[in-house]
């Protein structure tokens, strides 16, 4: 039997961020199984994702993150560079643009006023800023906005996880291809995982990030999640008018717009009552033409001619008690740590959430970001945590 200090199941962002911490530990020297069942990632969420980060938050354990987060990703080049190969992610900083109605004003401010608070770059903009800066977004409804100067943006999030999967390789990270079928227990400890094909590998520490998957990985260990797979549609576009500095952009309406090279991304979720558990990765294109590009239009009026391009599905680990990320040891157990229930945040807070989990799993506890209100001791005890900025 072939046993590991820890042993993670999940081989995309978070479980290849938390592996390269673990490795890059001073204070640890164990042993480390990276364990994932599609090594090409074609339905990971980690390689379907719009691949942005914010700190337009509302609860200030997400800006931590972000702020976190974001230093991370101005360094990947350094950081996980392995011999003289340095990532590049192709970081940009083309800020979150949030508009808010007359009835969403009193929130925008509030939620401007704690994130400028803890250190994040954003500018609040009146009406007549809005239209100087953006003159393309037509906004005769729109009495503020909230812009990311610095610190939000997109990038590759598919590079991401290759560079922290390779860095953490190099740095003694063993890996694996297989599926894990359960969680062994003995009382309060997880003994480590069975495969599908029935081999048992021994573990000091268990960690699920493995997505969707994680859910149903606790369940057979005995811990309900509220956490389903929900699917969101991303469409893409050309436009031919030239708009200099387009951010990416969140109408009233949910719906997001943003550049990725010559093209836009774009895309909303669906309504509540039609936002049911997933299990295919097909595409609605009537969701386009119907819901997202009418929105789209009305709000930037060079996009009433534009020419649809590919689109592609993916599934969020939504978490339906309060649509925020899962982390840490799942109650009953002293050595079973979960990431999930991202809700669509989760490409952004790997870094952070990688690192935190690595602290619990070497010092018993957080050490440079308090990620304790993630915690699954909130769900049974019926404590949300509140996020009024979900997209």
Known sequence: ?????????????????????????????????LI??????????????????????????????????????????????????????GLREGGYLFLATGA?????????????DMGADILHLDRAALTERFPYVAGDDIVAGAWGRSGEGWFDGYTLMQALRRKAIALG??????????????????????????????????????????ASLAQRAGVVLPVEARKRYVFAFACRTPLPGFPLLIDPSGAYVRPEG????????????????????????????EHVWPVLAARVPAFEAIKPGRAWAGHYDFNTFDQNAIVGPLPGF?????????????????????????????????????????????IAENRPLIEENVV
Do not use: W
């Open 104 to 116: 969403g004003a009193v929130t925008l401010a509030r939620n401007h006023a704690l994130q400028t």
């Open 262 to 289: 010559e093209l836009y991304i774009c895309g909303m979720s669906p309504p509540e009552n039609e936002d049911r558990p997933a299990a295919d990765f097909d595409v609605d294109h009537a969701f386009f033409e």
């Open 1 to 33: 039997m072939k046993s590991y200090d820890v042993v993670i199941v999940g081989g995309a962002a978070h479980g290849a961020s938390l592996a390269y911490h673990l490795a890059a530990a001073p204070d640890f020297s164990g042993t480390v199984l």
């Open 334 to 378: 002293s050595n079973l740590l979960v990431a999930t229930g991202f809700s669509g945040h989760g490409l952004q807070q790997a870094p952070a959430v990688g690192r935190g989990l690595s602290e619990l799993i070497v010092h018993g506890g957080y050490r440079s970001l308090d990620l304790t209100p993630l915690g699954a001791d909130r």
């Open 173 to 214: 990270v063993e890996t694996l291809t297989g599926e894990v079928a359960a969680v062994e227990r003995d009382g309060d400890r997880a003994t480590g995982v069975r495969l599908a094909d029935g081999t048992f590998i021994g573990a000091g520490a268990v960690a699920l990030a493995a997505g969707t998957g994680t």
């Open 36 to 89: 994932e069942k599609d090594p090409t990632f074609q339905f990971a969420a980690t390689a379907l994702s719009a691949s942005s980060i914010r700190q337009q938050f509302s609860s200030p354990v997400n800006i931590a993150i972000s702020l976190a987060g974001i230093r991370f990703l101005r360094s990947v080049g350094e950081t996980l560079a392995v011999d003289d190969e340095r990532p590049d992610i």
